[in-house]
């Protein structure tokens, strides 16, 4: 399978490369960004980022680095459910809203009628509405376990029907 390049009004949504991990590495290696994520460790090494960008080889097509002008910004990918971060320079700008969009349209044009699952810790409140711009609604919370934090947390499990995309996107 080939890796498809989604592109944006602004934004370039690329596979990741090796060139990447440093970067990633600056980026990621931020609590307030790893928090609110369930497996990435606080704090990141270079090390972390090469073995995640290595083991992203079985995800082809599922994962994408999120560029402006070359440079990265954040990580999105569809694997198994819709998950995303943003470097904090580039937070509130729209960016999320906008790759987020790109992948669900992806993700529709690929998957027929499959739902997308995704879902937030409580107190997320930027990336639930990012989720809730798309059509996501809850379903569940969940218990669930943060590296960064260590602990256990509450997920809000979400969930977007092909029908509620296209009533809010078709
Ligand atoms: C959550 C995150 C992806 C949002 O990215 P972003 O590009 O800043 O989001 P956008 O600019 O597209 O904003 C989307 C909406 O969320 C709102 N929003 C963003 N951050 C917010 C916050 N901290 N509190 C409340 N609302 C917020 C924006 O106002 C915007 O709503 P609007 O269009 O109605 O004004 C980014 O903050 C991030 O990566 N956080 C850390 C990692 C993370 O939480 N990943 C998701 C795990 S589920």
């Given at each position: 399978?080939?890796?498809p390049?989604?592109?944006?009004q ?5 596979p990741?490369?090796a060139?990447?991990?440093?970067a990633?590495?600056?980026?990621i ?6 928090k609110?994520?369930?497996v990435v460790?606080h704090?990141?090494?270079?090390a972390?980022?090469?073995?995640f ?12 680095a999120i560029?402006?002008?070359e440079?990265?910004?954040?990580v ?11 470097g904090?320079?580039?937070?509130g ?7 987020a ?7 529709y ?5 499959d ?10 409140a ?12 809850d379903t569940h ?8 934090q260590d602990?256990?947390?509450q997920?809000?499990?979400?969930r977007?029907?092909?029908a509620?995309w ?5």
């Amino acid at each position: 399978m080939t890796h498809p390049v989604l592109c944006t009004q602004r934004l370039i949504l690329r596979p990741l490369v090796a060139e990447d991990a440093e970067a990633l590495t600056t980026l990621i290696d931020d609590y307030e960004v790893a928090k609110w994520l369930t497996v990435v460790p606080h704090p990141y090494t270079h090390a972390d980022a090469e073995w995640f960008i290595a083991d992203q080889a079985k995800n082809e097509g599922h994962v994408w680095a999120i560029t402006r002008d070359e440079t990265l910004m954040g990580v999105i990918g569809d694997v198994r459910e819709l998950g995303y971060w943003l470097g904090r320079p580039y937070w509130g700008h729209g960016y999320m809203k906008e790759a987020a969009r790109a992948v669900t349209t992806h993700w529709y044009d690929t998957h027929a009628s499959d739902p997308l699952i995704s879902g937030h810790f409580l107190g997320n409140a930027g990336s639930r509405s990012v989720l809730q711009s798309l059509g996501f609604t809850d379903t569940h919370i969940e218990p669930a376990h943060s590296k960064a934090q260590d602990k256990e947390v509450q997920l809000q499990r979400m969930r977007l029907t092909r029908a509620a995309w296209e009533a809010k996107h078709g």
